[in-house]
């Protein structure tokens, strides 16, 4: 019997060697274990019961300290003021503990522009239902990680099902759009739809005034009126 060519014995060696690797670490080559698929980028929704919507990046930017980045796993969102329970909740517990609902809205900006689109998040109203809403409370205050701030009625929260959205057209908030959580303050004026919302106070005090309140924009933001005053 001949020599085995000494090609094949290194050839046999290797297969032996990536096999025993494999049995050891069978998820160390792509493909073969689904923690090594990689996801892709969810894809906007464009369209929404027939009518076109405009796209995440419509958007201008002119929030006053350029876009924030928030850690999602340090993130907490607070809810204090006339409450029986004060709560703070993490992104996860926001998202998976409260219904989601989804509306198409339209924000319309004082700068001219607008953007219709399809929001996807919770509603205020089951947040603030957790936290005990006293009696006397007839405003909500809401808070920014930039600073910035504004306040609504508190029966405007409840009767127009407002949103705390998470997502816009199917695609997770990105930072630039308000992550983790932007208001959807429909048939108000945009500088009320606050995003990078931390904090959300209950309080009896209507005539809290915002940031742009504080610079002479309106208080209520109704878009049926002018913006100033």
Known sequence: ?????????????VIVAVAAVYIINPGIFPGTQNENVTSLTSVEVREYEGERLSSIADFRENSIRGPQYINQSAYILEISGLVTRPISLSYNEVIEEYPAYEKKVTLFCVEGWEVTLLWKGVRVEDLLTTAGVNPAANTVIFYAADGYSTSL??????????????SMNGVVLP???????????????????????????????????????????????????????
Do not use: C, N
């Not at 019997?1 to 060696?13: F, N, Y």
């Not at 009625?153 to 998470?166: G, M, N, R, T, V």
């Open 153 to 166: 009625p508190l029966d405007y929260i409840e009767d127009h099902d407002i949103l705390l959205a998470h």
């Open 1 to 13: 019997m001949g020599k085995i060519p000494a090609v094949i014995i290194i050839v046999t060696l």
């Open 175 to 229: 930072a630039e759009r308000g992550f983790p959580f932007q208001l959807v303050a429909e048939d108000r004026w945009g500088y009320k739809w606050i995003k990078w919302v931390t904090r959300i106070e209950v309080s009896d005090d209507p005539a809290y005034r915002g940031y742009w309140e504080e610079r002479g924009y309106s208080q209520t933001g109704d878009l049926q009126k002018g913006f100033f005053g």
